[in-house]
Nanobody
């Protein structure tokens, strides 16, 4: 059975940092992604970042590029999202997603990923 478990979300002040973790179990994956659901867009999950397992490609949304870094620890089956320079608009529920296949054109699409975690809450105070 596949499990994705996120952790690390909490309340921090603007300008601060957080590191989110996503620990996977149950099968091997080709790609992991981080998405977020914000108050401004409650009906959709916005792509944040993704990382592939082979060749380690990384992708970022324009809104987080230069501030967030996605990485992985294969020994721990864990993917991290290091978030620096946090802004109030980064507030939201952050979800880890994973899929067994990787297609370069689809990594930012919510519908591409078959497996999702329950989410972790991130709140940034101004």
């Amino acid at each position: 059975q596949v499990h994705l478990v996120e952790s690390g979300g909490r309340l921090v002040q603007a300008g601060g940092s957080l590191r989110l973790s996503c620990t996977a179990s149950g099968q091997a994956f080709a790609i992991f992604g981080w998405f977020r659901q914000t108050r401004d867009k409650p009906q959709q999950r916005e792509f944040v970042a993704a990382i592939t397992i082979t060749r380690t490609h990384t992708y970022y949304s324009d809104s987080v590029k230069g501030r967030f870094t996605i990485s992985r620890d294969d020994a721990e089956n864990t993917v991290y999202l290091q978030m620096n320079g946090l802004k109030p608009e980064d507030t939201g529920d952050y979800y880890c997603a994973a899929d067994r296949s990787y297609t370069e054109h689809f990594y930012s699409r919510e519908t591409f990923y078959d497996h999702w975690g329950q989410g972790t809450q991130v709140a940034i105070s101004s």
